[in-house]
């Protein structure tokens, strides 16, 4: 049986009844997602979550707003909640099932000064993955999480062309004092 994707944009040569098109940092988005793939397909006994970013601007906890940390919970970590909570039961009722949340290292090894937000939503989806893990397992289904290190993409590169940029400052600095 095919997947069922979610992506911020349809590709084209993707069937049309394999797409749903919602904003999963939104309980509304995630749910027309969990009805689209019940109705579509009659549930799931594979789900990963691998959504996740980071917008708010880097800085220590004290210079981010409540809105970037809800942004960043929004993103990070409620749709994995919400969609677990849309079919784990589901898995647990078939005796089968696989959970797979996509964490980061930045659960372990965070960088303060410039993804706190992010990091501290990553850890909450590790805690509640080891968690959900601990309740279902002994019922058949699996979760697992992943943490991948550092990824490049364009914002990865811009976050380590500020860090290191930073750090030539601050060296610089150091070195003329």
């Known amino acids: 049986m095919p997947g069922f994707l979610t992506l911020k944009g349809k590709p084209v040569d993707l069937p049309e009844d394999m797409f749903v098109a919602a904003d999963m940092t939104t309980p509304e988005g995630c749910e027309a997602v969990a009805t689209a793939l019940q109705d579509r397909m009659g549930g799931t006994d594979t789900i990963v979550h691998m959504l996740g970013g980071s917008s708010a601007p880097g800085g220590v906890f004290a210079e981010l ?14 749709p994995a909640l919400r969609m677990d909570r849309a079919f784990v039961s589901g898995m647990v009722a078939q ?9 980061s290292i930045q659960a372990r090894l965070p960088l303060p000064e410039a993804t706190i937000a992010y990091a501290s939503a990553k ?6 993955s080891k968690s959900l ?9 699996r979760v697992v999480r992943v943490a991948p290190g550092w990824i490049e993409t364009e914002a990865s590169v811009r976050l380590a062309e500020c ?11 150091e070195a003329a004092s």
């Open 65 to 78: 707003v409540d809105a970037e940390w809800q942004s960043e919970l929004a993103l990070n970590l409620m």
């Open 123 to 128: 850890a909450a989806l590790s805690v509640d």
């Open 163 to 173: 860090v290191a940029s930073d750090a030539a400052q601050i060296w610089t600095e």
């Open 133 to 141: 893990s601990k309740e279902v397992s002994p019922k058949g289904v």
């Open 95 to 103: 005796g089968a099932g696989v959970v797979i949340h996509v964490t």
